[in-house]
């Protein structure tokens, strides 16, 4: 039986067959007090995957339990090779790398994506694409963030725009969790104020649609013909919904109808609707999913 390997080390091409073996609490730099700054933590074998595929060169160090190490063979390879960290570890030990007991049997340590800022002729130039966008009004839970983003990736919407505001979630450790990989797949924009992005927005020709609690129109995607503007669907704020003067500079407002017993949708919820409605709907068969 051969030995197991030391932690960077390489050899022949079924080195990776098995996990390597439990490395002790003082072996993993940066696991006991979590990651250092300017690091994020990705959980998930669909998500770690998905931050490999896009950017395997941002991958700082790998931990994951044994039965999940037998299907991260290849991306334990090129760590080897890149004299990278990647450590089978307890369950205890990997929920404190983790920092949550969801982790899902691995942990991606990842220098996290940089965050663009938007123009307006960003905007024109999505416009003439004819892709659809979404913005989020101080969205402040990171959970929403994440399943709004696995949503915009699941229609092929390939960009969130959120605001610079300390009321806005970032896309941090929850998010990508919750996203499954989706926030490897949308890109996220920021803006300094969202007014006059929306302005912004229609003057590049999008159809700035805002999501209404109450007062908007029943019909989202109604007569959508094939020359239709492109969408920009704006959510508003889990507690206040849309802020007033980002509701005066929408195009119109789409309220979703329900039976009454209970207000409203949640956010993520309510994105996965009017997204079917709005843009997937009129998209060529197969675009979508």
């Keep these: 039986m051969a030995r197991p390997r030391a932690r960077g080390e390489t050899g022949g091409p079924d080195e990776f067959a098995a996990p390597p073996p439990a490395a002790p609490a003082h072996d993993l730099p940066g696991s006991r007090s979590g990651p250092a700054r300017h690091e994020l933590k990705v959980c998930g074998l669909t998500a770690v995957r998905a931050r490999f595929a896009k950017d395997p060169d941002s991958i700082q160090r790998l931990f994951f339990d044994y039965a999940t190490g037998r299907q991260v063979g290849v991306i334990s390879k090129v760590l080897a090779q ?43 130039k999505w416009a003439r694409r004819g892709e659809a966008l979404l913005v989020l009004d101080r969205i402040g839970n990171a959970h929403n963030l994440g399943a709004i983003a696995r949503t915009a990736a699941f229609f092929g919407v390939p960009r969130i725009v959120i605001p610079d505001d300390p009321a806005a979630a970032r896309p941090n450790d929850a998010a990508f969790r919750v996203a499954e990989g989706g926030l490897d797949h949308v890109e996220v924009w920021t803006v300094p104020a969202l007014v006059p992005f929306a302005a912004a927005l229609k003057a590049a020709g999008f159809e700035v649609v805002g999501a209404a609690t109450r007062g908007g129109r029943p019909e989202a995607g109604a007569k959508r013909g094939p020359d239709a503007k492109p969408v920009a669907l704006i959510l508003g704020n889990e507690e206040h919904g849309l802020a007033p003067e980002l509701t005066a500079a929408c195009s119109r407002l789409v309220t979703i109808p329900g039976g009454g017993a209970v207000e409203s949708l949640n956010v993520s919820v309510a994105a996965a609707v009017l997204l079917w409605e709005l843009v997937a709907k009129a998209a060529p068969r197969g675009a979508a999913g």
Excluded at 91 to 107: D, F, Q, R, S
């Design 82 to 124: 890149k004299k990278k960290i990647y450590r089978c570890v307890e369950p205890a030990e990997l929920e404190k790398v983790a920092g949550t007991v969801h982790h899902g049997g691995i942990v991606a340590v990842v220098t996290p994506p940089a965050l663009r800022s938007a123009t307006p002729e960003d905007a024109a």
